[in-house]
């Protein structure tokens, strides 16, 4: 496996649902993040994960939990979701900008997982 | 947050012709990238930049970074029908507070028909 991978690449679950997202990069890379991306709207920044540290939006609900338990997996629970929630989950991996060298080139995605809440 | 002002929103062109394409935003940045999602996939990287001023190619794309550092353009040349797709600006500032984030555009939809 090279780059980013994401699974499962759809979902359906009922707003009464526990259910996780899984990203691994095998980029080697020490940040890694996840992106909501809805239809008409910018791509929209969740969680940070960067050097072992946890950079949160604070606009992101509860409902959602992130955990990143190396630096290679990243993890997205999710709970007692909303319709309003049905979207693209993106993850992405890069180098932490301090540590950027040449060829380190902004983030890489994976392919995402197609979220649909009912 | 920062938004980037991502332009046009949809292009429709013939099959051979030349697109072009920009973002601009209100704060200064140090990397500008462009991105090209397909559908049900996500955005693959086409083009970064680094400096102002700098303009970058990668085959028919060229890209250039604004000497404001405010904006960035996306060129590309002679169009085929697999250019189809969204095409996202990203801007980060790259300093201690905002650290490792990147500001997307709202994407430009192209359409070639050939």
């Known amino acids: 496996e090279t780059g980013v991978t994401q699974t499962p690449r759809h979902l359906v679950m009922g707003m009464t649902n526990k259910k996780s997202l899984k990203c691994e990069q095998h980029?080697?890379?020490?940040?890694m993040y996840w992106y909501k991306q809805s239809a008409k709207k910018p791509l929209e920044l969740m969680f940070v994960?960067?050097?072992?540290?946890?950079?949160e939006n604070n606009s992101v609900p509860s409902r959602f939990s992130p955990e990143c338990p190396n630096s290679s997996h990243l993890f997205l629970h999710l709970h007692t979701l909303q319709p309003e929630d049905s979207a693209l989950y993106l993850c992405?991996?890069?180098?932490?900008?301090?540590?950027?060298?040449?060829?380190?080139?902004?983030?890489?995605f994976g392919s995402g997982t197609r979220l649909t809440v009912v | 947050g920062q938004q980037l002002n991502q332009s046009p929103q949809s292009m429709f062109i013939q099959e051979g012709e030349d697109v072009s394409m920009n973002c601009t935003s209100s704060?200064?940045?140090?990397?500008w990238l462009w991105y090209k999602q397909d559908p049900g996939e996500g955005p693959v990287l086409l083009i970064a930049?680094?400096?102002?001023?700098e303009l970058t190619s990668n085959g028919r794309l060229t890209a250039q970074f604004g000497i404001t550092r405010k904006d960035s353009f996306l060129n590309i040349s002679a169009s085929i029908p697999s250019d189809v797709g969204i095409y996202f600006c990203?801007?980060?500032?790259?300093?201690?507070?905002?650290?490792?984030?990147?500001?997307f555009g709202t994407g430009t939809s192209l359409t070639v028909i050939p």
């Open positions: 980029l080697g890379h020490n940040a």
């Open positions: 930049l680094y400096k102002a001023g």
């Open positions: 704060s200064i940045f140090n990397t």
């Open positions: 992405a991996s890069s180098q932490d900008f301090r540590d950027r060298g040449p060829g380190d080139y902004g983030y890489t």
């Open positions: 994960y960067s050097l072992e540290e946890r950079v």
């Open positions: 990203a801007g980060q500032e790259g300093n201690i507070l905002t650290g490792n984030q990147f500001y």
